[in-house]
């Protein structure tokens, strides 16, 4: 509850009008691992544990993070592809939680989402074309010609001309296929649209071209995005605020000037000392954290979740017993840590950096 | 690994149980009226009546069914009106005649289709390949029936190298000294060689005939997962540690491409040794599919409710040993935890 | 906590005129046939290799990286074919040698690490069964306990814990790092000369990647194995590699001792990926310098130089769309023995000296 209060802060710090999307206090269960022929009980899986942020309008919001540790589940829960265990999702003003099914459709058109996978996210039988405009057919959204138009505007938009609108998606290229994945989404119009991983399959000259892209059509369509992706330097370049999620719980939370420079949580800093730096120069000059042990399904009950590979809290007693709150450190600055900022001296910025 | 195969057993058991209660009552909803089959179609009313308390046909369902398991399990599994001998007797005779051609005919198609996937898929020869899959689909397109037809009149009409339809043994070769009734086998047993291939010879067609359609089915199966598995990374971990591409295919594609297989093939096995009426019928074969034929036409219950039983049991055993071999081969259903992609 | 992985070295660069290489592969060419057509993914690739050494290959997807590995162990398979070239591994050319030769050389004297640890174990045998595999083929000497021993040693090397323990699991029941520290524990069970890893840590999460990057690093010091590094993230060939060599299209089209080619990139498409990638430790404003396109189909290889279409420098010169460019000494810096594939590889260079002229 602490959380949801002092992200509150952090959205709304310089007064800003109310934000596009709130979350607030979500929490997702899985059951998993259940086995009926051993008479095990499935375990639970706290995918979600208690996630609070919001978005501005027109805002990059960031979601970074190891595999596994939720970024996904956040983003279907806020499409109510998932139903939250707890927690409320409100969008432009509404909780989303208690709307009627129809409702929902209707709100669902400015909320669309790109997946990270190019090949599999795309009907093989289907062209483009059809692809494309899919989404007015199922929300019965204009006349026929008015349609076809649309499809040609939206594919225009994203770089795929008219003639290559008739093609299957094995015809193009990954880069091609994730540019057909978002025009699919932006035909909607939507508000907001949420990218997971759109960028991870893809090579790192094409990754720039589609950032590039996105970055573009956020500007011209006035977007507001929530992007997920594992890809610290990738978040950096792209991202307004993040937050850092490890085992389903938000570590830090705040600009992405703040986070990369000064990072306050002992996960953020090892996170960002892992990312290998392409200019040997700087990658030989560097100290590396390099965090004992793996990420693990088991919750330590009480205490911090990070503990047991904190190289700050690892033989600290108050770590071990008492979970820190997601508490502002300094405005629009969320750590959840006992001990916030000890390990910045290990990200230091590089000498050669340009302003 | 024990707790799989408790159960599982359990489970099996209460397949077999469903399976009962289905071969009773199947047979007691059936129009025929044993009853007055026995007493025959003579008989006054009052006759078939007392026939039918005789029977305990007028006792409560549940009592019947009781009464009815109890008895199988005394080896009393009723009396084949049409022949007028007790159908334990029957079956015992004509079971171990299923089970040998059954079992002739699973391990030419299994070990037929093991050779052939390798060979289509091993060299990447595309010329075998093709040859192999032809005759495949030749097999799952061909009626039994006919086949056997066809080979019966090539390799004894005009060849006349093997026995015509003439049973399990020549006409006056006799039978080895009773162990499983199965002939190969208790010739063996008796070291009489020359009635050991004497059965052998009149096994070959009919267990050729019936495993073709088994064999061209896991071919098929087998090619497939084989050429899947041949792309897998681990082959190649494999041949990276010097290990000869034909050793790794062996001890790394094989058991892997197998799993898929499995469940097919306890499930074809089980079929194979219930008989088959067509074939059995072309070679005079004493099997149980004539016999259960049989039993249909003349409504002879007994023999059909026994044979649903066997029926029933042959598959929970053969699954059951599926289950088990699975846990064996694949680790991951061994212990439980999900399959991680 | 520990200290940068690439302290080794001492920034060891190509030295031209040396003998001692482990490996040399000259002139390396493998196709993949099919109806469509014959992909030529690995065109004439040239590499050497010496003791200790660590080589980077980078280069984007299809660009051939993992062929030519597949090719120099000789484990390619049908469609794919060798065509040419030889792989000179430690004064012999295993190019030639049939399967039969190759036993004693695969797993021996060279070895690899593949990407995906999920699929480069066999999901039906236990670790141990896996790494003892390779230690008896080699070691027949120590025997079924012997071989074991070595195995649960090797997994400590690699730092599984409870090794003793773990050694019976299979490998669904290992975490993704854990799988590939298995996959580095087979490689180098038979202290091979050469280590090839392709991609070993592309399926990693960055902190996992981390482990298992310092991990090699410690291990390949420790034996003197030289390795060939094959990645398309430049920030783990800056921490790791002494050479780079940059492929595009089936060729090595650039090639320098890693801390010049940073620095100078000459080919215009090591520059211009160097350039694409955004780096952590910057915060960059503006657009990303992409790259136009995509690269071209290795199925009809057209004349002239094979990033023409997308380059920035020679995009639609005469010469670049009609002359195949041919590898060109890149002399006057570094430590020598740098080349470029480049028809303005020379005046590249000469900028770069007048640059570094004026600075100075
Ligand atoms: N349908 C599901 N049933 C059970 N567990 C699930 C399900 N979906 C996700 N999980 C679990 O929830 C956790 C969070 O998963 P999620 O997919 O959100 O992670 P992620 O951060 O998106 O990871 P990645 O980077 O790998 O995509 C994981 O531990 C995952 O195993
Ligand atoms: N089995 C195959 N059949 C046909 N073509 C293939 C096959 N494997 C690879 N190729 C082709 O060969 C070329 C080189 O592929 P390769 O796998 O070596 O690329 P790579 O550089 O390793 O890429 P990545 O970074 O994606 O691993 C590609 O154009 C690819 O399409
Ligand atoms: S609270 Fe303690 S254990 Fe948790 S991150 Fe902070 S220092 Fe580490
Ligand atoms: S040869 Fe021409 S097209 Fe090719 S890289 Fe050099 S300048 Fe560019
Ligand atoms: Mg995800
Ligand atoms: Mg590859």
Redesign the pocket.
């Known amino acids: 509850m602490s959380s949801t209060e002092s992200t509150q802060a952090a959205g709304n710090g310089h007064d800003e009008p109310a934000p596009l999307l709130r979350v607030e206090g979500l929490k997702k269960d899985f059951i998993s691992g259940g086995s009926r022929m051993l008479g095990r009980a499935g375990n639970v899986v706290h995918a979600v544990d208690d996630v609070s942020f919001s978005v501005a309008r027109g805002e990059t919001f960031g979601l970074v993070g190891e595999s596994g540790c939720g970024k996904s589940t956040v983003a279907r829960c806020i499409l109510r592809l998932l139903e939250p265990t707890a927690g409320r999702i409100v969008f432009d003003g509404v909780d989303i939680g208690p709307l009627a099914a129809d409702e929902m459709r209707r709100l669902r058109r400015r909320m669309q989402i790109v997946f990270q996978d190019p090949f599999g996210s795309l009907n093989p039988r289907m062209n483009v074309e059809a692809i494309v405009k899919e989404p007015l057919v199922i929300h019965r959204i204009g006349e026929q010609h008015e349609r076809s138009n649309r499809v040609i505007e939206t594919l225009e938009l994203v770089g795929v001309t008219e003639q290559q609108a008739r093609r299957k998606p094995h015809e193009f290229s990954g880069g091609q296929r994730q540019r057909i994945a978002l025009a699919r989404a932006l035909i909607l119009q939507p508000d907001l649209v949420i990218l997971d991983e759109p960028v991870s399959a893809l090579?790192v000259s094409i990754q720039a071209q589609v950032l590039n892209l996105l970055r573009e059509l956020q500007e011209r369509l006035n977007l507001t995005y929530v992007f997920i992706v594992h890809d610290l330097a990738v978040a950096e370049y792209f991202c307004d605020r993040l937050a850092v999620l490890y085992l389903g719980a938000v570590m830090e939370l705040t600009d992405r000037e703040r986070l990369f420079r000064a990072p306050l949580h002992p996960y953020t800093g090892a996170l960002l000392s892992a990312v290998p730096v392409p200019d040997p120069a700087v990658e030989r000059e560097r100290e590396h954290v390099v965090l004992a042990g793996e990420v693990s399904d088991e919750l330590a009950t009480g205490g911090c979740r990070f503990k047991a590979r904190c190289p700050i809290g690892r033989d600290r007693d108050i770590c071990g017993e008492e979970e820190p709150a997601l508490i502002a450190h300094e405005s629009g600055h969320l750590a959840a840590c006992h001990f916030p900022g000890e390990l910045h001296w290990l990200v230091e910025p590089s000498a050669s950096e340009e302003s | 690994m024990l707790k799989l195969v408790l159960t599982r057993t359990a489970a099996s058991l209460v397949a077999i149980f469903g399976a009962s209660i289905l071969a009773f009552v199947l047979l007691r909803v059936a129009p025929a009226d044993p009853a007055r089959l026995l007493a025959g179609p003579f008989a006054t009313e009052e006759v078939v009546e007392a026939q039918r308390v005789a029977l305990g046909l007028k006792d409560s369902l549940v009592s019947q069914y009781f009464r009815y398991i109890g008895d199988f399990f005394q080896g009393d599994w009723g009396f084949s009106f049409s022949v007028g001998r007790p159908v334990i007797d029957q079956i015992g005779s004509r079971l171990p005649a299923s089970i040998e051609l059954g079992l002739y005919a699973f391990i030419f198609a299994l070990v037929g289709a093991v050779i052939c996937a390798l060979l289509a898929t091993y060299r990447r020869r595309r010329a075998v390949d093709h040859t192999i899959n032809g005759f495949a689909l030749f097999g799952l397109g061909t009626p039994p029936f006919w086949l056997a037809l066809i080979v019966l009149l090539v390799f004894f009409g005009i060849l006349d190298i093997l026995p015509g339809p003439e049973g399990r043994l020549s006409p006056r070769q006799e039978a080895p000294p009773e162990v499983t009734r199965m002939y190969t086998i208790d010739a063996l047993l008796a070291g009489q060689l020359g009635t050991f291939f004497d059965a052998g010879k009149h096994l070959l067609l009919p267990a050729l005939v019936l495993g073709f359609a088994p064999w061209a089915f896991f071919f098929r199966l087998l090619r497939a997962s084989l050429l899947e598995v041949s792309?897998e990374q681990y082959l190649a971990t494999a041949r990276s540690k010097g290990i000869r591409r034909w050793t790794a295919f062996r001890r790394h594609a094989l058991p892997n491409a197998f799993l898929p297989t499995l469940t097919a093939a306890g499930l074809i096995f089980a079929a194979l040794l219930a008989g088959s009426v067509l074939v059995e019928s072309v070679y005079q074969w004493p099997g149980l599919g004539a016999l259960v034929r049989d039993g249909v036409i003349e409504q002879d219950y007994a023999v059909v409710q026994a044979f649903i039983l066997i029926g029933a049991f042959a598959y929970v055993v053969v699954n059951l040993v599926v289950d088990i071999l699975y846990g064996v081969i694949d680790p991951r259903t061994r212990t439980g935890s999900a399959v991680t992609k | 906590m520990s200290t940068s992985v690439a302290e080794h070295g001492q920034g060891a660069g190509l030295s031209p005129e040396h003998g001692g290489h482990v490996l040399r592969v000259a002139g390396l060419q493998s196709e993949?046939?099919?109806r469509r057509g014959t992909?030529k993914?690995?065109r004439a690739v040239s590499l050497e290799l010496e003791p200790g050494q660590r080589v980077g290959i980078v280069?984007?997807?299809?660009?051939?990286?993992?062929?030519?590995?597949?090719s120099v162990l000789g484990l390619l398979?049908p469609?794919?074919y060798v065509v040419g070239g030889e792989v000179i591994l430690n004064g012999r050319n295993i190019a030639e040698l049939d399967d039969r030769q190759m036993q004693t050389v695969r797993g021996k004297e060279i070895s690899i690490v593949f990407?995906d640890p999920m699929s480069a174990l066999n999901p039906v045998k236990t670790i141990g069964q896996q790494i003892t595999e390779t230690i008896r083929k080699h070691q027949p000497q120590l025997g079924k306990k012997g071989a074991r021993a070595a195995a649960i040693e090797l997994l400590r090397d690699v730092e599984v814990p409870a090794a003793g323990r773990r050694i019976d699991d299979y490998p669904h029941q290992y975490s993704g790092g854990m799988r590939q520290r298995v996959m580095i524990a087979i490689a180098l069970a038979n202290q091979p000369n050469v280590l090839i890893a392709?991609?070993p840590t592309?399926a990693l999460d960055v902190t996992t990647q981390a482990q298992v990057l310092t991990l090699l690093d410690r291990l390949v010091t420790e034996r003197g194995t030289a390795v060939i590094l094959?990645t398309?993230n430049l920030g783990i060939v800056a921490q790791f590699c002494d050479v780079v060599y940059v492929?595009y299209a089936?060729r090595v089209v650039e090639r320098a001792a890693t801390a010049d080619l940073f620095a100078h990139p000459v080919h215009p498409y090591t520059e211009a990926l160097l350039r694409a990638v955004p780096r952590p430790d910057q915060l960059a404003q503006g657009p990303l310098p992409s790259i136009p396109g995509a690269p071209p189909?290795?199925?009809e290889v057209a004349p002239g130089c094979s990033f023409e279409s997308r380059c920035p420098l020679g995009r639609g010169h005469k010469l670049c769309r009609t002359e195949v460019p041919v590898s060109t000494a890149a002399i006057g810096f570094g430590s020598g023995g740098a080349t470029a594939e480049c028809h303005f590889a020379k005046e590249r260079v000469a900028e770069y000296l007048d640059g570094d002229a004026t600075t100075a």
């Open positions: 090579d | 792309g | 993949f046939r099919s992909v993914a690995v280069g984007e997807s299809g660009s051939g990286k993992s062929a030519f590995a597949l398979e469609p794919g990407q392709d991609e592309t094959i398309h492929m089936g189909n290795l199925a």
